[in-house]
C-alpha cells in the first residue's frame, strides 16, 4: 500500500478531528480524557457498531458533552472493579444516535478485549490523527527550538494512565495508518498484540483435592477451544505433594474475557474438585 501523506490522513479523519477539537477546545475537556473517549468511540466503530462521531458534528455543544460523558462512565467501568452499574446500564444517549442499544454490561464482559482495543487505537491512531491539536492547545518541550513541526513530540498530562498505559506520540520515522489500513486489523478486529502478561490467568486450587495439569486443560479447552491455552504453568507442589495454583496464559484476549464472564473471579468444576480463575496482577 503506498504511503499516504499527513494532509490525506487528516482529510480521511476530517469528522474525528472536529469533534475531538469540539471536546478539548470548545467544551474544554481535558485533553487525556478526550483522547480515551475518541478511542473509545472509534473502537466501538470497528467492532461493529454505527459510526458515532458523524451522528455528533451537527449537534449542539451541550448534547455532544453528555454523550461524552456516557463515554467516559464505559471508561470509568474499565477502570474501577467496584464501579456500581444501575439497572440494565443502557447508555441513553449513544443508544439513540447509534439506533443500536448499548449498556454498560458490554464493557462489564468485555473488560479487557476493551482496554486492548481502546490502548491499540490511542496509540496507532489518535496519537497520529490529532498530533497538531493536541502541540496548538499543550505545546511540545522542544517549541522554541528549530525542529520540524511534524517531528515534536507532545506531552500530555495524565499519562501514563493507571488502565491504558503511555500515550505515545509518533516517531520520527511512523509510518502513516488510517483506520481502514489493513496492517492493523485481524478478521475485522485489532491485532492481538497484548503481552502475555496481560494475557495471563491465575488458578488456585482447594487443598486436599489435587488438580492434574490433564483436568486444566480438559476444562478450558472443552469449553473454550482447543486451541484457547496458549501456555500452562503448573506451581510448585507443596505439602502433601499437591499443586495449589497455575498461571495460564491464554492464545487472545477475547479468551480471557470469555472466561472470566464479567467477574473478577471465575469458578470452574472437574471430578467434584474446584478450579478458581482470575487475572494474574504482577505484584511489583
Partial sequence: MAPISTDQLYLFHKMDREIFSCLVIKLGRSPSQSLLVMALWLWLEYIGYPNLVSKLIDLPRILINLVAQEAVSCLNCL????????????????????????????????????IAGIKNVLNKICARIFKDILLRILGSPYMGKLLPYAYRPVIVPGF?????????????????????????????RLFDDVLDGEKT????????????????KFVFTSTFGINCIKNLQMGNKGLRDQTLFA?????????????????????????????????YERRE
Wanted: hydrophobic share 40%.
Fill in 79 to 114: 477502570e474501577f472493579d467496584d464501579f456500581h452499574i444501575p439497572y440494565n446500564g443502557v447508555l441513553t444517549l449513544t443508544s439513540a444516535l447509534m439506533q443500536k442499544e448499548i449498556s454498560l454490561q458490554l464493557f462489564k464482559l468485555k473488560k479487557f478485549t476493551a
Fill in 160 to 188: 501514563p494512565h493507571r488502565l491504558f498505559g503511555d500515550f505515545n506520540s509518533p516517531p520520527t520515522n511512523f509510518v502513516q495508518l488510517d483506520l481502514s489500513d489493513p496492517r492493523i486489523w485481524n478478521k475485522n
Fill in 201 to 216: 490467568i491465575f488458578l488456585t486450587f482447594s487443598r486436599g483435592f489435587p488438580v492434574t495439569e490433564e483436568e486444566v
Fill in 247 to 279: 498461571t495460564m496464559v491464554v492464545n487472545d484476549v477475547e479468551t480471557l474475557d470469555r472466561i472470566l464472564n464479567g467477574k473478577h473471579i471465575a469458578k470452574f468444576r472437574i471430578n467434584g474438585k474446584h478450579i478458581w480463575a482470575r487475572k
